[in-house]
């Protein structure tokens, strides 16, 4: 036996992620909470059932993406593709041996005998920002698009099946320097 908890396709597609990023609804689990944030620690970080944030185990479809240094994680897979994926948090078995805090194992989309796709775009600007009322300098230009598709089908019925996706991430902003404006 052991505790676990599935975040399946529906609650993905459902629950808003400002950062299109799966490990966001990790914390959601009972026994997980975002980890401290550090020097060495990126944004995913969390801990489970107490562990260090470094003593997670991530898997793709079984594979082992863990990393030796203190990220995280090395794929980041587009929200388009995940289909579910499980946290197990407590008595898994042996097969995932190693990892001491818990464990994050996505399960990828794949082909099927229909054809099936999606195509995104998020964006956010300056234009529909809300306005500083007492902010000097007034608020500076900023443009976010984010955008993919993803796509699956047959290449030979019943037999061979074919599932690809792509995500792009454009920012354009200007910052501040002794209030001068230079674009980046």
């Known amino acids: 036996s052991s ?13 808003p992620l400002n950062s299109r990023n799966f490990l966001d609804l990790v914390p959601l689990v009972p026994g997980a909470q975002p980890g401290a944030q550090g020097r060495n ?19 793709i479809d079984g594979a082992d993406i863990d990393t030796p240094s203190n990220d995280p994680v090395r794929v980041s897979p587009n929200l388009e593709a995940v289909g579910e994926f499980q946290v197990l948090t407590n008595n898994f078995s042996a097969e995932y041996g190693r990892s001491m805090g818990g464990i994050i194992d996505v399960k990828m ?3 099927t005998n229909a054809f099936h796709g999606s195509i995104f775009e998020y ?3 300056t234009v529909l920002d809300a306005s500083q009322a007492f902010s000097d300098p007034p608020q ?10 993803s ?3 047959p290449i030979i019925k019943d037999k061979l099946f074919i599932f690809g996706d792509y995500q792009g991430e454009r920012i354009r902003q200007s910052v501040t320097a002794d209030r001068k404006s230079t674009r980046l």
């Open 3 to 15: 505790l676990s908890t599935v975040i399946t396709r529906a609650t993905v597609e459902n629950l």
């Open 41 to 59: 620690l990126t944004q995913n970080s969390f801990s489970i059932n107490g562990g260090r944030v470094t003593a997670n185990g991530f898997q």
């Open 109 to 111: 989309k794949s082909g």
């Open 123 to 125: 964006f956010r600007n």
């Open 140 to 149: 500076l230009p900023y443009n976010f698009n984010q955008f993919g598709a």
């Open 151 to 153: 796509a699956g089908g």
